[in-house]
């Protein structure tokens, strides 16, 4: 029957579709949907879009937290680029940090949760080893690694004596301070070692079958078939570890101020090493009181992220699309 048929034998009268009863009804309708999304609306529009709002704002402006804010325009990010002495020390180290401890927490992780996946015999306690100093506190196992790592009095330089290896200063040195720091990352990588681990047990048996009987050696199946059925998970793993460096702050924090003796004293020690793009924004913010800069600073830090976020998400879009055209 065609529409026109329909049409001509409805009835006259108002649509049944848009009477008062069926609007109501879905007002109630929208109402109650609105009602249980509330919850997220609230908590997004508060703790999300208002700071992030304000936060961009109030990076166009000279705030010191205490007096009215007064617009500015760019001056803060002309300070930035231009004329904040310790922005580029700032930026290198946390560079260093992305290109160095991202990859090498990542593989550290994915390596320790290979070996587990293969244990018959205390696998549970083992797992359990390896995860539990991801439970400690960041502060009490950075001190902690800080006094292991005393180039004088710590266990660790005098284990590396005992055979013939000269420790060097860890975190007195300029040179070995973000090693030492990237060395406190790899042993508090035990959550990121459960997400490989449950990835690697889930990955189908009947793959490694299929590839046994076509030949293939360890680093193959590897290769071809673990690789590609735990990418998602190593896309997440990456990306999180990239944003934890970025916004890298308190493991550096109290290192330096651990090692120099003195809370007092400037982030970044020795030598500015220690250094990061977070710590220059609680600096700028909380120890200055120059919070229009600050928030300039969480900006910038907060489009990089973005970036980065976007082009690792790209990256990989491109590799599965290979992948799966070969």
Same mark, same amino acid.
């Given at each position: 029957?065609?529409?026109?048929?329909? %049409?001509?034998?409805?009835?006259?009268?108002?649509?049944?579709?848009?009477?008062?009863?069926?609007?109501?009804?879905?007002?109630?309708?929208?109402?109650?949907?609105?009602?249980?999304?509330?919850?997220?609306?609230?908590?997004?529009?508060?703790?999300?879009?208002?700071?992030?709002?304000?936060?961009?704002?109030?990076?166009?402006? +000279?705030?010191?937290?205490?007096?009215?804010?007064?617009?500015?325009?760019?001056?803060?990010?002309?300070?930035?680029?231009?004329?904040?002495?310790?922005?580029?020390?700032?930026?290198? +180290?946390?560079?260093?940090?992305?290109?160095?401890?991202?990859?090498?927490?990542?593989?550290?992780?994915? /390596?320790?949760?290979?070996?587990?996946?293969?244990?018959?015999?205390?696998?549970?306690?083992?797992?359990?080893?390896?995860?539990?100093?991801?439970?400690?506190?960041?502060?009490?196992?950075?001190?902690?690694?800080?006094?292991?790592?005393?180039? !004088? !009095?710590?266990?660790?330089?005098?284990?590396? /004596?005992?055979?013939?290896?000269?420790?060097?200063?860890?975190?007195?040195?300029?040179?070995? !301070?973000?090693?030492?720091?990237?060395?406190?990352?790899?042993?508090?990588?035990?959550?990121?070692?459960?997400?490989?681990?449950?990835?690697?047990?889930?990955?189908?048996?009947?793959?490694?079958?299929?590839?046994?009987?076509?030949?293939? +050696?360890?680093?193959?199946?590897?290769?071809?078939?673990?690789?590609?059925?735990?990418?998602?998970?190593?896309?997440?793993?990456?990306?999180?570890?990239?944003?934890?460096?970025?916004?890298?702050?308190?493991?550096?924090?109290?290192? =330096?101020?651990?090692?120099?003796?003195?809370?007092? %004293?400037?982030?970044?020690?020795?030598?500015?090493?220690?250094?990061?793009? =977070?710590?220059?924004?609680?600096?700028?913010?909380?120890?200055?009181?120059?919070?229009?800069?600050?928030?300039?600073?969480?900006?910038?830090?907060?489009?990089?992220?973005?970036?980065?976020?976007?082009?690792?998400?790209?990256?990989? =879009?491109?590799?599965?699309?290979?992948?799966?055209?070969?």
């Amino acid at each position: 029957m065609s529409l026109v048929t329909r %049409a001509a034998r409805r009835p006259p009268g108002p649509d049944p579709q848009t009477s008062p009863a069926v609007r109501a009804k879905r007002r109630r309708t929208r109402i109650r949907i609105l009602l249980f999304l509330s919850p997220w609306i609230v908590g997004f529009t508060v703790f999300l879009a208002y700071p992030l709002v304000m936060t961009v704002w109030l990076s166009f402006t +000279n705030s010191d937290m205490i007096s009215s804010p007064h617009f500015v325009g760019l001056r803060n990010y002309r300070y930035m680029f231009s004329d904040d002495p310790q922005i580029w020390q700032a930026v290198r +180290n946390t560079g260093w940090l992305m290109a160095v401890m991202v990859p090498a927490q990542v593989l550290f992780a994915l /390596g320790v949760a290979m070996v587990t996946a293969r244990l018959k015999a205390g696998a549970g306690l083992f797992r359990t080893l390896f995860y539990l100093p991801a439970l400690a506190p960041p502060v009490a196992a950075t001190v902690a690694f800080v006094c292991l790592f005393n180039p !004088s !009095s710590g266990p660790v330089n005098k284990i590396l /004596g005992l055979i013939g290896v000269h420790g060097p200063l860890w975190f007195d040195s300029p040179v070995w !301070s973000k090693p030492a720091l990237t060395l406190l990352t790899l042993w508090g990588s035990g959550t990121m070692m459960v997400i490989f681990l449950a990835a690697l047990l889930d990955v189908p048996a009947e793959l490694y079958e299929a590839a046994e009987l076509d030949g293939t +050696n360890p680093l193959q199946r590897f290769r071809y078939v673990t690789l590609p059925t735990i990418s998602p998970v190593v896309l997440f793993a990456t990306v999180t570890a990239v944003i934890a460096a970025l916004q890298y702050f308190t493991q550096a924090m109290v290192a =330096s101020q651990t090692a120099d003796g003195s809370i007092q %004293a400037p982030p970044g020690y020795p030598g500015g090493s220690t250094l990061t793009f =977070s710590q220059q924004l609680y600096t700028a913010g909380f120890t200055q009181f120059h919070m229009g800069y600050a928030c300039a600073l969480a900006v910038v830090l907060f489009a990089v992220a973005m970036v980065f976020t976007v082009a690792l998400l790209r990256r990989a =879009s491109g590799f599965n699309t290979e992948e799966a055209t070969q």
